[in-house]
Each structure stands twice: as C-alpha cells, then as structure tokens.
C-alpha cells in the first residue's frame, strides 16, 4: 500500500488480530515470509497449509462451451480468471496474447477472461470478455481451454489457479508471491521467471512492473507443447479441499489441545 497511513491502519489492524489469536495459518510460504519480514516472528503455533479446491465440483469431467463459442477443434484456448485489479496484471494478459497471435499467424489463439474486468473496448478479435460467473458454472467454462494464463503480480496464494489445475488446464504464472508454490507442489505447469525477485520491500503494489515478454513467450510455448506431460502428471491431491480440511482440523486441534 503506498499511502502510508492506509498501510499503518492496516498493519495495526492486523496485529492486533494476531496478538488476539492463538494460532496462525499462512496461505503460503510467500505470507509467512512476508509477515515475519514485517512483523518479526511471531512466538505461537503456526503452519502453513494452502488452499484447496473441491474436486468434486471442479474436474475435467462434464461440458464445456466450445460448441456453444463455436470454437474448433484447432482452436487453442486460453483461459485468465481473476478478481480483475491493476496488480493482477490484465492490460498485460491481452498485451501478450496479442504477442502470440503476432508471432503464430497459423495458430487460431482464442482468450477468454472470466471475472468481472474495466476493460473499455471489449470489441478486441479473438478475445472474449466473460464478466461474473456463477460458481457451478465456472468448471465449464475452464474445461474450454487448453492452458490457464495467470500473470498476477506477488499474488499471496490464490484459488483460480486451483480451479483451472482441478479441471485439467496446465498453468503459466509468474515467479513472485504465493501462487507459484501449489504449481510447483502439483507438478501443473511452468513458473514463468518474467519479474525481478522480490525482495519482501515495501512496492506500489498497484502499479505492476511489465513482464518480461521474451521469457513468458518461450515459457508459454514450452507449455503449450508440453501439455500432454503436465496434465497427465499433475498431483491433485495437493490442493484436495478434503485434505486441506483435514489439515486445518488437526492444527485447530493442537491449539485446542493445548489451551483448552
């Protein structure tokens, strides 16, 4: 947060929930390493236990809307799906497919962004703006494409993502923030190094650095004839919402156990 009283509203807002608790779950490795970078280690139970999905709710059995899009089958989809704010890097997304359709005239790119967005021209070829999604209705419009884009900037740790892996889209991310761990965990896609490293320093975090395009086109092109390798070996059970569940359980247990 730039404006520095916002951002000491907030910090304090949250120590105080923290000195209040008697434990605490991070998201990612990311949170926790960016809370102790501001916050100093904190003397009380805590674990790192990331986000899941419902694989049952979200798979790659069922419908899609490529009939209904009247896409071929030679059409290759790319699915982006976000809360649209500046730091989830959107201008850059259709920046970049614009690159792919440049470079690969032969291939028919087709994008789809799911999520309600401040894109003015929606009137762009090849690109189809979505808006709000029902819930139930968001596996098929995932399960229409070949390859989930997410460029989010030093996102904490995300569910989208989840949501693409769980209906069998590999993934290209960024190389900053949470998000990266649960690609890497379930073995669904390719960490694209398109940023500097962040260094846990205080950033503009809405006003986004431009990727490194060069990198994220050959990483993309590495996926995208790849996909085969990824789908077929991706570890579902990493972000299984069962599993999670079982894991908040036992830490809430623990914590019982000891002050109750």
Request: aromatic share 12%; net charge positive.
């Amino acid at each position: 947060i730039k404006d520095k009283i916002n951002r000491e509203q907030q910090h304090s807002i949250l120590k105080e929930n923290i000195n209040n608790s008697l434990g605490i779950i991070f998201q990612s490795h990311f949170c926790k390493n960016l809370f102790q970078n501001f916050f100093g280690d904190i003397n009380k139970p805590k674990e790192i236990i990331h986000n899941g999905v419902s694989l049952i709710d979200f798979n790659r059995k069922g419908d899609n809307y490529r009939n209904k899009l009247n896409f071929s089958d030679n059409d290759f989809v790319i699915i982006s799906s976000a809360r649209w704010r500046r730091h989830k890097r959107l201008d850059e997304t259709i920046e970049f497919f614009n690159i792919l359709k440049f470079k690969n005239p032969k291939i028919n790119y087709k994008l789809i962004i799911l999520g309600k967005n401040n894109v003015e021209n929606k009137n762009q070829e090849d690109i189809i703006f979505v808006g709000d999604i029902d819930y139930k209705d968001l596996p098929r419009w995932y399960r229409t494409g070949n390859i989930f884009l997410h460029l989010s900037w030093i996102e904490p740790a995300g569910n989208s993502h989840l949501e693409a892996i769980s209906c069998g889209l590999p993934v290209l991310c960024a190389n900053n923030g949470g998000m990266l761990e649960t690609v890497i965990s379930t073995k669904s896609g390719i960490v694209s190094k398109i940023d500097s490293e962040y260094n846990l320093n205080l950033v503009d975090f809405y006003n986004p650095p431009k990727p490194n395009y060069e990198i994220l086109y050959n990483d993309f092109m590495n996926l995208q004839n790849n996909l085969n390798y990824y789908s077929e070996n991706t570890d579902l059970k990493k972000i299984d919402i069962d599993v999670i569940a079982k894991k908040y359980f036992s830490f809430i247990k623990k914590i019982s156990d000891k002050y109750c």
